[in-house]
């Protein structure tokens, strides 16, 4: 059986957004003043990004719901949850 590399494992996976309710939500204010922006550099699927101004850029869809962020982020600077049912991360299989 072939060994999977991370980019196939990457390439098996399919995302249902729930454009209604984002499962994670930054708090901006905070996040901007936030030294750290420990999130930007540990995100896996880069969903967090610094624009020239400072602010903090934060997309949802292609989230991994790894927790990664919530576990990094000592500022409250986010609220994190999984999506709702049927929504979010899946993996394809065959
Ligand atoms: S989410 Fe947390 S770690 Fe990331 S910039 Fe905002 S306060 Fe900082
Ligand atoms: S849960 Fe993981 S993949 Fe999703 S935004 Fe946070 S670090 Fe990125």
Redesign the pocket.
């Known amino acids: 059986m072939k060994k999977l590399t991370i980019e196939d494992k990457v390439g098996l996976t399919k995302f249902k957004v729930d454009t209604g309710k984002p499962h994670?939500k930054i708090k901006p204010e905070i996040c901007k003043n936030c030294a750290e922006k420990y999130?930007v550099t540990?995100?896996?699927?880069e969903?967090?990004k610094v624009d020239e101004n400072g602010n903090v850029i934060f997309a949802?869809e292609g989230?991994?719901?790894?927790?990664?962020?919530?576990i990094v982020c000592d500022k409250c600077g986010l609220e994190?949850d999984y999506p709702l049912g049927g929504y979010g991360v899946c993996f394809r299989e065959g």
């Open positions: 994670i999130c540990i995100c896996p699927v969903n967090y949802f989230c991994f719901e790894c927790g990664t962020c919530r994190w």
